[in-house]
């Protein structure tokens, strides 16, 4: 355990599940999973909490067991964030200190992302809004623009067009308090798409251009990504709670009857579907009588009806995009809800253009068993706080370190070539 360098725990308060996972930072760069636990949590709605308690209990759970399973005491994590009120803007800002030294240096660039925040805080954003994440995307140097990675360049005049991701202070308030109230400290906020991306999106697609789209229980989270790096965010209250909502409506059974149909049959493609198969639904109380509790149904009924719903979800997103200029992007589903039969090839004709499932798994680190859509957030946010998350922390962990062999250098090195690595937009 000599290379150790900082035990990692992040947090993913889905509308469906809590999910948490620990990992071991080494100065290697290397990450390795110790533990993780996937809880049931409905305190949620559409990705906001409302029920603080059940919240909370979920997350204390999910902590408690990922606790028992490493022998190690989660004090502090980073936790996602999304819901309809996470909007974003570029937004260009100007620096008169970046190349104050005659040069622009890496340490300049390092600087501007919590410098626009502290910018934003203090007066930039409205009091009921807090960024997340203010992330460059384009430097401009004595108006020479487009520009990527200026350091090494000459000029004063630089300015910087940024990614601003901000939330309803108050719906943030609330998850952090729902994990506090756990036993857990925030480090910091990563929103949740974001984290997708970077599990999910390979090198090349950020590059050439992809949209992430996230369909959990609660939401549809989309991020766009162009030139390397994030230049959208969009968030739809649409996703696999309405689809099973849809079928608690139409054919009067209970939730878990229809969750659990929903995963057995649903399907947004009818074409395999045997136009004589039936399946039989359990009625909910109010809707029984001596002689009936059950319904049966055509499963062709049953998934036009899931079909109509995902189309309704591929005309929101493409209006989204279309209205961004994003449209025409290859697009990348993850999240539980994208694992529904059928909803790759419906997106490819509604979009005509290439659409794929996307795993955290191009990931040697991340193990086997959660290389699944639902957990490319929680393995996101892992991933994250192993690169721009200790940015922050890497001052107070290399003091508590001087002693040991790991020296301030090879912290360093290893955090910025892992940061280069699997956020090459970040730098
Ligand atoms: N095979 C499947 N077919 C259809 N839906 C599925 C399938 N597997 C999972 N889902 C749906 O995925 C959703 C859960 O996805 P996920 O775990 O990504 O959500 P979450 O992270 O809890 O929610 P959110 O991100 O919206 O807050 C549920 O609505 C579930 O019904
Ligand atoms: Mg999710």
Redo the contacts with the bound molecule.
């Keep these: 355990m000599r290379n150790h360098v900082k035990t990692i725990t992040a947090i993913?308060v889905?509308?469906t599940k809590v999910f948490t996972i620990l990992a071991q930072l080494h100065a290697s760069g290397d990450i390795k999973v110790l533990g993780h636990s996937s809880v049931p949590c409905t305190g949620l709605r559409k990705g906001n909490v409302e029920d603080l308690a059940t919240t909370t209990s979920a997350v204390r759970a999910s902590v408690a067991e990922v606790q028992k399973q490493t022998g190690r005491r989660i004090h502090s994590a980073y936790i996602g964030v999304?819901g309809a009120h996470v909007t974003f803007e570029n937004k260009k800002y100007a620096f008169n200190s970046i190349g104050a030294s005659g040069v622009i240096t890496g340490e300049d660039l390092r600087s501007v992302s919590q410098r626009i925040m502290a910018s934003s805080t203090n007066g930039g954003s409205p009091k009921d809004r807090r960024v997340l994440h203010a992330i460059p995307m384009e430097y401009s140097v004595d108006g020479e623009g487009g520009l990527r990675n200026p350091v090494g360049l000459h000029g004063s005049n630089v300015e910087v067009e940024a990614h601003l991701i901000s939330g309803g202070f108050d719906y943030i308030q609330k998850l952090i308090k729902s994990v506090e109230d756990a036993g857990v400290d925030v480090e910091a906020l990563v929103l949740?798409p974001l984290a997708s991306a970077l599990s999910v999106l390979t090198p090349k697609e950020r590059e050439d251009g992809a949209i992430i789209v996230?369909i959990?229980?609660g939401t549809t989270d989309l991020v766009g990504f162009r030139r390397g790096h994030i230049n959208y965010t969009g968030v739809v209250p649409v996703a696999g709670f309405q689809f099973t909502n849809d079928i608690v409506q139409a054919f009067g059974t209970t939730r878990e009857a229809a969750e659990m149909a929903k995963l057995a049959y649903g399907s947004a493609d009818l074409s395999p579907i045997n136009i004589n198969e039936e399946i039989t639904l359990p009625l909910e109380e109010k809707f029984t009588d001596e002689e009936t509790d059950s319904i049966t149904i055509q499963r062709r009924d049953f998934c036009q009806l899931i079909k109509e719903r995902s189309l309704e979800l591929t005309y929101i997103i493409k209006d989204m995009l279309e209205e961004s200029q994003m449209a025409g992007y290859p697009i990348v589903l993850t999240?539980g809800g994208s694992q529904l039969p059928g909803f790759q090839r419906l997106f490819e004709m509604s979009f005509a253009g290439p659409v794929r499932v996307g795993a955290p798994n191009g990931h040697a680190q991340v193990p086997g068993d959660l290389k699944k859509p639902a957990y490319a957030?929680g393995v996101g946010i892992m991933l994250w706080a192993a690169t721009e998350g200790t940015r922050g922390v890497a001052l107070s962990a290399s003091r508590k370190y001087l002693g040991s062999e790991v020296g301030l250098t090879a912290l360093f090195t290893a955090w910025s070539r892992q940061v280069k690595r699997l956020m090459p937009w970040a730098v």
Excluded: R
């Design positions: 993913d889905g509308t999304t949740q996230d959990g229980g999240g957030t």
